[in-house]
């Protein structure tokens, strides 16, 4: 049975850092496509960042270029997404999901492509 577990969510200041890990078992990193989404209250789902099976290439969205880093341990069955110089507009409870059938060495950020999903873990970037 596959599972994602999300966790490291949590109060931060503006321009404050944070890292989560999402746990995965059931698969192996290097068969599927791991990306990172966020919802905020009265907001769809967006994207933020995924690695490609072959951990090689990775994609972010626009808002958040620059400033997060998504890697990965395949030992650990871990994918991390390090966020940095976190702004209000960051909160939301952040997912991580998983998805069999995208490229080796290709990854797309679409929420619709994914198919199995942790339950989520809230960051709240206030002062």
């Known amino acids: 049975q596959l599972q994602l577990v999300e966790s490291g969510g949590g109060l931060v200041q503006p321009g404050g850092s944070l890292t989560l890990a999402c746990v995965v078992s059931?698969?192996?990193?290097?068969?599927?496509?791991v990306g990172w989404f966020r919802q905020a209250p009265g907001k769809e789902r967006e994207g933020i960042s995924c690695?490609?099976?072959?951990?090689?290439?990775?994609d972010y969205a626009d808002a958040v270029k620059g400033r997060f880093t998504i890697s990965r341990d395949v030992a650990k069955n871990t994918v991390y997404l390090q966020m940095s110089s976190l702004k209000p507009e960051d909160s939301a409870v952040y997912y991580c999901?998983?998805?069999?059938?995208?490229?080796?060495?290709?990854?797309?950020?679409?929420?619709?492509?994914?198919?199995?999903w942790g339950q989520g873990t809230r960051v709240t970037v206030s002062s």
């Open positions: 999901a998983s998805d069999r059938r995208q490229s080796m060495n290709t990854c797309y950020i679409t929420p619709g492509n994914y198919d199995h």
């Open positions: 059931g698969f192996t990193l290097d068969k599927y496509t």
């Open positions: 690695i490609s099976k072959s951990g090689e290439n990775s």
